[in-house]
């Protein structure tokens, strides 16, 4: 059976691609989430106009999350922290931290979107890569400082 997708689907096809898939699997899955239509003229004409609004909202997204990340690149965020010996924190700095951080800054960034591969255990200034949009990474700069 061909249909056509609305959403890009891993190991399937992009959005507005004509794909042919097991009819169980459009009349099972596809269809009934709305991942796909089946693929008739029609059909074809509906999907072209929702790709172009889809191309146009994501134009403007990308936009969006670029001029958010050049801002972010320019204000570090500072956090105090106790520490011990050899500049070693008691705790760590976790993206939920630094996410309050950047809230008090006046920016929502959720914490999903802070790529910390692990937490931050020493003092001193870290890079940390923050995912605005799927083309567009920024990153801030973290500086953790002695509590006093």
């Known amino acids: ?3 056509i997708l609305r959403e890009d689907i891993e190991k399937l096809g992009t959005r507005g691609e004509v794909v042919k898939v097991a009819a169980g699997y459009a009349r099972n899955f596809l269809l009934p989430k709305r991942l796909a239509v089946a693929a008739t ?11 172009e609004a889809h191309l146009r909202r994501e134009v403007k997204l990308k936009g969006e999350a670029e001029e958010l990340a050049k801002l972010l690149a320019a204000k570090p965020v500072e956090l105090a922290r106790k520490s ?25 960034i959720d914490r999903k979107k802070i790529e910390l591969g692990e937490p931050i255990k020493t003092l001193g200034e870290h890079k940390v890569p923050v995912r605005l949009h799927r083309e567009v990474t920024a990153e801030v700069t973290v500086i953790v400082n002695k509590e006093a």
């Open 1 to 3: 059976m061909e249909v």
């Open 41 to 51: 003229d029609s059909n074809k004409k509906i999907v072209a106009q929702e790709k």
């Open 84 to 108: 011990g010996e050899n500049d070693h924190l008691f705790g760590s700095v976790t993206s939920q931290d630094i996410a309050d951080a950047l809230t008090a800054m006046h920016f929502t």
